[in-house]
């Protein structure tokens, strides 16, 4: 698989003379399997670099300011961090032992990431680019997601088939939620209130209180529900899944399917 992290960067990229655009986007994307990440040019839909990173990048997330790009090394247990300036490494942090998900904190002070072998969530501050804080989750920590408020975070863990709710305050768990079978995925509404999880083996996606950490409602999707994304606007919910090669739209207000597009 692979993941995909647009930005839009306010100046100029530095990769060569021909590939310069201010005001320009790019996307970030992650080989699985492969030791580099490759850069493209959302206008031109172009790859105007590849950058070097660690064994089997898994997903990237940039910060608020479009500055870095945080990749998730699966095969060795690593987070490049890419200045998307210069589209080079400025710094590789150990975390813990298959690195999966990342996330940053709305005010990007902050990166969350899963390792799935040591069940653990590593903490990374951007300031330092080193690991301040380790916390156990569940089993097979997949997907994680950070509440727009920058309070809470949200864990799907794959083999335990639930969600750690995690305090940024005190980087404890202070909710642990059962979810279906086969967590991945997790986002949250723009207005914070909910949290939506693919579950992989049970074909179906839950839907999350945050106010109460309790599931409300359990949606039927497609065969093996792997990615979700939430419209801006909060009004719809896109499930890609997995086997069925198929994307579920839900409805937020009815929490109903809406349309299955192929």
């Not at 916390?135 to 997949?142: A, I, K, M």
């Not at 599931?215 to 069925?244: D, I, K, W």
Request: charged content about 0%.
């Amino acid at each position: 698989m692979t993941d995909v992290t647009v930005t839009t960067l306010s100046g100029t990229s530095s990769t060569s003379a021909a590939d310069q655009f201010t005001y320009a986007s790019f996307a970030y994307v992650a080989i699985n399997g492969a030791t580099y990440v490759s850069v493209v040019n959302t206008a031109t839909n172009t790859v105007v670099t590849s950058v070097g990173v660690g064994t089997g990048p898994q997903q990237v997330a940039v910060t608020p300011n479009g500055l870095f790009a945080y990749v998730t090394n699966n095969g060795s247990n690593t987070v490049s961090v890419i200045s998307t300036v210069s589209n080079t490494v400025i710094a590789t942090i150990p975390v813990g032992s298959s690195p999966y998900g990342v996330a940053v904190a709305p005010n990007g002070l902050f990166v969350y990431v899963t390792n799935l072998s040591s069940n653990t969530v590593s903490v990374i501050s951007t300031a330092s680019n080193t690991v301040t804080a380790t916390v156990t989750v569940g089993s097979g920590p997949y997907a994680v997601a950070v509440a727009p408020n920058g309070l809470s975070v949200y864990v799907a863990n794959y083999s335990s088939s639930t969600v750690s709710v995690i305090s940024t305050v005190s980087n404890t768990v202070t909710a642990t939620v059962t979810v279906g079978s086969g967590p991945e995925g997790v986002a949250v509404t723009p207005n914070g209130l909910f949290a939506y999880v693919t579950n992989y083996t049970s074909n179906t996606v839950s839907v999350i209180s945050t106010a109460a950490n309790a599931v409300t409602a359990t949606v039927v999707v497609g065969t093996n529900p792997h990615a979700v994304a939430v419209n801006p606007n909060g009004l719809f919910v896109y499930v890609g899944n997995y086997a069925a090669a198929t994307v579920s739209v839900i409805s937020t207000a009815t929490n109903t399917v809406t349309a299955t597009p192929a």
